[in-house]
């Protein structure tokens, strides 16, 4: 995974992934109800994040991970993977990863790929009840982009990165 290099205009140099985390639904709205619940596959899908390749040209994506916060023992937080990334997504557009299951669809007025984690568990991902970390990461481990949000999230609000994108944070923006 490349990185971008950016110069401002008092001439401090700026490296920047290719690929970030740009927005996210991690509240839709209903998920609240269904928390420790089976969820139906069209609420699922309303649980989304997406990313954004910021380049001219198309990235790879082959072995890179979604992943976000999980609390297996308590209050330590630790990754863990939602999916594997695979194809190529072009120069200036988005790829949007629903929760639930589908079939790859094109948006071509929004240039945004929609994509499915498509497990069976049948479960919301994102944390509602504590900040979450939303991150890509590389096959060697590396974190190639992430960003955080903090608690309340209302429900059936998106979250946007806060300007400038190397702050790392996903807000409500109206």
């Known amino acids: 995974m490349n990185q971008t290099q950016t110069r401002s205009k008092t001439g401090k140099t700026t490296t920047l992934p290719d690929l970030i985390v740009a927005s996210a639904m991690v509240n839709p709205q209903g998920k609240q109800a269904r928390i420790g619940s089976k969820v139906p596959n069209n609420m699922l899908n309303s649980e989304w994040v997406q990313l954004w390749n910021m380049t001219e040209r198309p990235i790879l994506l082959n072995g890179l991970t979604l992943q976000h916060l999980t609390y297996p023992g308590g209050d330590q937080g630790k990754l863990t993977g939602i999916m594997t990334l695979q194809g190529q997504l072009p120069a200036d557009s988005f790829l949007r990863i629903h929760s639930g299951q589908g079939s790859v669809t094109f948006d071509k007025k929004h240039k945004t790929y929609h994509v499915y984690v498509n497990s ?24 190639v982009d992430q960003a955080v949000y903090d608690l309340p999230v ?3 609000v998106r979250l946007s990165r806060v300007p400038p994108i190397t702050v790392h944070r996903l807000e409500h923006h109206e």
């Open 154 to 156: 209302l429900e059936g």
């Open 120 to 143: 069976p568990a049948q479960n919301f991902f994102y944390q509602t009840a504590k900040g979450d970390t939303i991150a890509i990461t590389h096959p060697n481990g590396s974190i």
